[in-house]
């Protein structure tokens, strides 16, 4: 597995800048938050409205605008504009990925406490 592809040598040698380790830290930090993480999980599912983001998330339209706002920003999520409706889409697939390898992570996880539960005396 790479961590930045073109980065990834240089973060296993302890080489990236401040600036750069800034950049990545920014970009988890917008992932940090639980209703940002209900947004992209529900886009997952394909492209919705922000009537149907809001209806899905339970976030009111100006929450909701706020963060999809800022997941544009970052490139995470695109808005395509259709009459009076916005449709949002996940923009960058790395973040699917992301999610997916902290997924698996906490499935282990579970999996050892549970293991350890059940070999307790």
Known sequence: MQFC???????MAGQLSPVVLDLIA???RVLAEPARLRILNELTRGERTVTELAEATGLNQANLSKHLRLLRTTGFVDRRKEGLYAHYTIADPTVEALCEIMCTRLEEEAEEQVALLSSSP
Request: glycine share 10%; aromatic share 20%.
């Open 26 to 28: 920014g970009r988890f």
């Open 5 to 11: 592809s073109p980065f990834s040598e240089m973060l």
